[in-house]
């Protein structure tokens, strides 16, 4: 299992780094944590992963707005409260995006779309993607013992947890 992580943990890393990568990185970084990943290269690729994710999403609502809008129609809400949180916060809203599940793929989505500058928000999200990866990646790298002691504990409860997490967060944000 060990060379299979090794082989491809950055790789899957990458990938799943380019839509949001959150609960990649901790992965990453409790891995980092028992050996079998370097955590630098690990935050590395996740930040220039989300990086490149997030400019995707922007470049492509730039230029291809009516199917960025037609994407968007089933979020109603979602867009209206990134409309509402760029017009009240500006630019600090792509480092927050980041953190909060449901709304990090909309803010660039949503950007593209008004006339922000495309080199302002090019600069913004290197440094925001910079930030998130050192900020979770050392994170969940000094917590790995916590974690992993955790989850070797309460493994099955682990699992409903995080399960019922996503579906309470899944139905908040779809009443909302």
Not at 27 to 56: C, E, K, P
Not at 62 to 77: C, E, F, L
Not at 80 to 93: D, E, N
Request: proline share 1%; glycine share 10%.
């Amino acid at each position: 299992m060990e060379e299979i992580i090794k082989d491809w943990g950055y790789i899957a890393l990458f990938l799943y780094s380019f839509g949001g990568g959150f609960v990649g990185l901790v992965i990453a970084g409790v891995l980092s944590f028992t050996g079998d990943l370097n955590l630098f290269i690990s935050m590395a690729v996740a930040g220039v992963s989300n990086f490149i994710g997030d400019q995707f999403l922007f470049y492509m609502a730039r230029t291809n707005k009516k199917y960025a809008k037609q994407t968007m129609k089933k979020y109603g809400r979602k867009v209206a409260l990134a409309h509402l949180w760029m017009r009240r916060y500006g630019s600090p809203v792509v480092f927050v995006q980041k953190y909060i599940y449901g709304i990090k793929t909309l803010i660039p989505l949503a950007m593209g779309l008004t006339k922000y500058s495309f080199k302002k928000f090019t600069i913004y999200n290197a440094i925001a993607a910079a930030v998130w990866a050192c900020v979770v990646g050392y994170a969940s790298y000094t917590m790995g013992q916590v974690i992993l002691t955790y989850a070797d504990d309460y493994k099955y409860y682990g699992v409903a947890t995080i399960l019922a997490i996503v579906f309470i967060v899944s139905y908040y944000f779809k009443k909302i």
